[in-house]
T-cell receptor, first 112, second 116 residues
Framework: DTGVSQDPRHKITKRGQNVTFRCDPISEHNRLYWYRQTLGQGPEFLTYFQNEAQLEKSRLLSDRFSAERPKGSFSTLEIQRTEQGDSAMYLC??????????FGPGTRLTVT | AQTVTQSQPEMSVQEAETVTLSCTYDTSENNYYLFWYKQPPSRQMILVIRQEAYKQQNATENRFSVNFQKAAKSFSLKISDSQLGDTAMYFCAFIPLVSSGDKLTFGTGTRLAVRP
């Protein structure tokens, strides 16, 4: 197994466009997390899934954000009507135990 | 609120020397996990070391060790025999087991530069 993968690695979009990111977790991991990291800050929790169920969402996750994990495998994070403030690194992590989260390389979003 | 504070935005150390990164946290819970993650430039976050709050013994992983002071809510990372590959951002993080669900709370990070 090659670890957590994310696609794309970089995304440049114009304000108002929709974007979708994909995360493929480590295969035996039932937990999947999304975090957002802005420049000079630590990652902030956005949402998490156990299998296909979305169990928690941060207040950071506005109505423009939606995440899914169909069949408990890969996950997608969609941002509708992007704003410049959405520019950040979006990190995905997966785990079998909550105290052992493995991170992917991230998707860097730039909204122009 | 659960918070993590890293008061050293940047640090520098000579190769082969020892450096200590500081971290304090705030929680009213008694059971939690503490972590140090390393994020090299343009590379993904890697778990360096983990400490369970119920364990009094400090965790060690090769050249990395922690000084866990539960009463003081302090969790510092010591890197011995620093290597150029240790250059990275280091994030302190924790999971309180009751209130936070599964989410990690991170500090703002310490940028460590190892000088040759």
């Amino acid at each position: 197994d090659t670890g957590v993968s994310q696609d794309p690695r970089h995304k440049i979009t114009k304000r108002g466009q929709n974007v979708t990111f994909r995360c493929d977790p480590i295969s035996e991991h039932n937990r999947l997390y999304w975090y957002r990291q802005t420049l000079g800050q630590g990652p902030e929790f956005l949402t998490y899934f156990q299998n296909e169920a979305q169990l928690e969402k941060s207040r950071l996750l506005s109505d423009r954000f939606s995440a899914e994990r169909p069949k408990g495998s890969f996950s997608t994070l969609e941002i509708q009507r992007t704003e410049q403030g959405d520019s950040a690194m979006y990190l995905c992590a997966s785990s079998f135990f909550p105290y052992e989260q493995y991170f992917g390389p991230g998707t860097r979003l730039t909204v122009t | 609120a659960q918070t993590v504070t890293q008061s050293q935005p940047e640090m520098s150390v000579q190769e082969a020397e020892t450096v200590t990164l500081s971290c304090t946290y705030d929680t009213s819970e008694n059971n939690y996990y503490l972590f140090w993650y390393k994020q090299p430039p343009s590379r993904q976050m890697i778990l360096v070391i983990r400490q369970e709050a119920y364990k009094q013994q400090n965790a060690t992983e090769n050249r990395f060790s922690v000084n866990f002071q539960k009463a003081a809510k302090s969790f510092s990372l010591k890197i011995s025999d620093s290597q150029l590959g240790d250059t990275a951002m280091y994030f302190c993080a924790f999971i309180p087991l009751v209130s936070s669900g599964d989410k990690l709370t991170f500090g703002t990070g310490t940028r460590l530069a190892v000088r040759p």
